[in-house]
């Protein structure tokens, strides 16, 4: 599904990402972790090229970027949209309400009908437990909810990977759940999800594969049980021995 | 002497029936200069100076050197050099080359010219006062740069905008006064036609100054019903 090849990222004299490979299958739920500035904000943005990466390629289902050569700016914008972005802050647009951010996208990108955009937009708020709300605008709406209609939004535009940044980490702790759960059950319905948290038991539980970043590249990736109870290698037991 | 004078107006009953006659028949044609010139005149300066100002501003924050420098220089000529100025080499200047234009179109172009710089501003600062992640949140969701920028940035930053914008347009109202000096007949040259012939210029200067006011006083209730519009999704 992803295959990412010898991935860097410069931000002028820093290299952030310095030879990322990966690959995620179809299906399959990756959770990043990896101590602040190790690079994991600047992967997932490189995965739908938010940031343009300085070399490497990425691969997602029949869509290939070389970002070696000057890569076509006409071939972003279809590649763009195999990805859903949760953000870290949500990033919700708050001129529109629950219902019109999640239509947004379906409606002015995809050129759908209003009337279908609506019923899909209805569809997904029920989905994540907003149903109740549709007519809110974000202000109206605690983090968790509105973290939630930032999952519905990615999710109306079909992608094939779900991409999370972080998205319970701007919540107060009595919200985090409500999140998580949405993600959960995304994970169950075969979504492909790569995700960047420091919820261990969200890794523990729904993550088929626990990768840890530091200084721009993968130190140590197996499942999340070798991972948290037998970590290989001396940064990925401090890094643990920090966060728990 | 004060007495004197407040007697001479407002005592002598034969001059205060002269200035209510005088007033009465100079509010039918200073009303009609303003509806006839002052008030198009500001509506479409205006409407044409914002198509402008959103262009210089767009010019502006584009990623373009030449579109850059172009946008600055004409920001720059615009505010430092006086609007009437302006006028005069639009009107008088330019038939010296050749190229004349009508008193009305002329008192069009300097003062869409005019909000265009001064609007820019606003709006430039507005576009860059939205945050950055609703650029992203934009291209995340598959929106190419026009669509984000018209679907979701320009109408958070109208929202921004709104208040100076509006002090803009009270200010362009009152300018319009200028195009009397490149021959428009509008309010205020009205004003100073009936004066000439009847020498009660007090009068019928405050006059003019009481419309303005008026149309002043009424676009600033338009404005607090547009910025309550756009309110309705912050917290107040
Ligand atoms: N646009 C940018 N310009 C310059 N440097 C940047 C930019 N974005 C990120 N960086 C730098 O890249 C490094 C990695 O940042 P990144 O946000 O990917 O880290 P992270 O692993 O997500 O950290 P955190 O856990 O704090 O979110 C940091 O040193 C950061 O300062
Ligand atoms: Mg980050």
């Known amino acids: 599904m992803i295959k990412i090849k010898d991935l860097h990222k410069q931000f002028d004299q820093l290299k952030v990402l310095k030879g990322i490979n990966l690959e995620v299958a179809k299906g399959k739920v990756v959770v990043v972790i990896g101590p602040s500035g190790s690079g994991k904000t600047t992967l997932l943005r490189c995965l739908n090229v938010l940031e343009q990466p300085t070399s490497g390629q990425i691969a997602i289902e029949d869509q290939v970027l070389d970002f070696s050569q000057q890569v076509p700016k006409k071939k972003i914008p279809s590649f763009r949209r195999l990805t859903g972005m949760v953000f870290q802050n949500y990033n919700l647009f708050p001129h529109m309400t629950a219902l019109e951010n999640i239509m947004e996208g379906p409606v002015t990108v995809k050129g759908e009908k209003k009337e279908a955009a609506r019923k899909k937009a209805e569809m997904l708020l029920g989905k994540v437990g907003l149903g109740d709300k549709i007519h809110f605008y974000p202000f109206q709406l605690s983090g968790g909810q509105q973290q939630r209609v930032g999952i519905a939004r990615a999710l109306a535009m079909e992608p094939k990977v779900m991409l999370f940044d972080e998205p319970t980490s701007a919540l107060d702790p009595e919200l985090v759940g409500e999140v998580l759960k949405v993600m959960k059950d995304l994970a169950n319905e075969g979504m492909t999800m790569v995700v960047v948290t420091h919820e261990m038991r969200f890794a523990r539980e729904a993550a088929d594969e626990v990768i840890f970043m530091d200084g721009g590249v993968v130190v140590e990736r197996g499942n999340p049980e070798q991972i948290f109870s037998n970590p290989k290698e001396a940064r990925t037991k401090q890094f643990l021995n920090l966060i728990q | ?236």
């Open chain 2, 1 to 236: 002497m004060a007495k004197m004078f407040l007697s001479s107006i407002f005592l002598d009953p034969e001059r205060v029936a002269r200035l209510m006659e005088i007033g009465k028949n100079s509010f039918q044609p200073l009303l009609e200069g303003a509806i006839i010139y002052t008030i198009p005149l500001t509506l479409i300066s205006f409407v044409c100076g914002l198509a402008l100002a959103i262009l210089t501003a767009l010019a502006r924050i584009s990623g373009n050197k030449v579109l850059q420098t172009v946008a600055r220089m004409y920001v720059s000529a615009v505010r430092g050099t006086p609007l009437l100025v302006q006028l005069f080499i639009i009107f008088y200047g330019l038939p010296t080359i050749g190229i004349i234009i009508d008193p009305f179109p002329s008192a069009i172009i300097g003062f869409s010219l005019n909000v265009g710089a001064y609007a820019s501003e606003i709006i430039r600062a507005a576009i860059l006062s939205i945050p950055k992640g609703q650029w992203e949140a934009g291209y995340s969701i598959g929106m190419s740069y026009p669509q984000t920028l018209k679907r979701i940035i320009l109408p958070q930053a109208s929202r921004v905008s709104i208040p100076p914008l509006s002090n803009t347009f009270i200010s362009l109202v009152k300018d319009t006064s200028l195009a009397s000096m490149i021959l428009v007949t509008e309010m205020f040259r009205r004003a100073q036609e009936i004066a000439a012939t009847n020498y009660e210029f007090l009068l019928l200067y405050m006059q003019a100054a009481l419309i303005y006011w008026v149309i002043c006083f009424l676009l600033s209730v338009v404005q607090g019903r547009i910025e309550n519009r756009l309110d309705r999704y912050v917290s107040s």
